[in-house]
């Protein structure tokens, strides 16, 4: 074939296509359904009417140790919360229904990392001026597995800090959110 009879093919075949192209009214794709945090994790909620507390937080094991990772919204600005794994995994009764702190090695409550102190006890929470607290530490008293997970366990944020002292719980007021700790 000559130059002079494939040119004007090769322009039929892509004015086809490009007419194709334009006239396709077919719907564009669906988006892809939205992920959902894989892991260990724990959705905070409001304990009752009155609290606005809402956060997701991730577990991830490394090593001996687990991360604890998250944002908690709707505390009270520029305050300090307890913030405690419970020995129950429900939230019913205003968070009430938790329990007491998860502490199946049987010490005394304390601050967490430093000496004694239940399993459950973590870092206080600090609520930044616009009510919202980062969760981002590192624990060896946390486990995902074996006789001390926290799997099941309800996390709770408190109203108040927690003075590490005072026994059973550290004096940190009412329940204000609370979530599970799920395995997804």
């Known amino acids: 074939m000559s130059k002079s009879v494939i040119a004007p093919a090769l322009s039929l075949l892509l004015a086809a296509a490009l007419a194709g192209c334009a006239a396709n009214t077919s719907k564009p794709a669906a988006k892809p359904a939205e992920k959902k945090p894989s892991g260990i994790t724990a959705q905070i909620a409001p304990t009752d009417a009155s609290s606005q507390v809402k956060g997701d937080l991730k577990f991830v094991q490394r090593g001996d140790a687990v991360v604890v990772s998250g944002v908690i919204n709707g505390l009270a600005p520029k305050s300090w919360h307890g913030f405690h794994v419970h020995e129950k995994g ?83 007021g009412a329940r204000i959110g609370c979530g599970i700790v799920v395995s997804n």
């Open 90 to 172: 429900s939230c019913a009764d205003k968070g009430n229904a938790a329990g007491g702190h998860f502490n199946p090695t049987a010490k005394q409550h304390g601050a967490h990392g430093v000496g004694e102190h239940h399993v459950g006890d973590m870092p206080p929470l600090y609520a930044d001026s616009k009510g919202v607290a980062t969760v981002d530490f590192t624990s060896t008293s946390l486990a995902l597995s074996g006789a001390n997970s926290i799997v099941g366990k309800a996390v709770i944020v408190h109203e108040k800090d927690d003075d590490v002292t005072a026994q059973p719980a550290g004096n940190s």
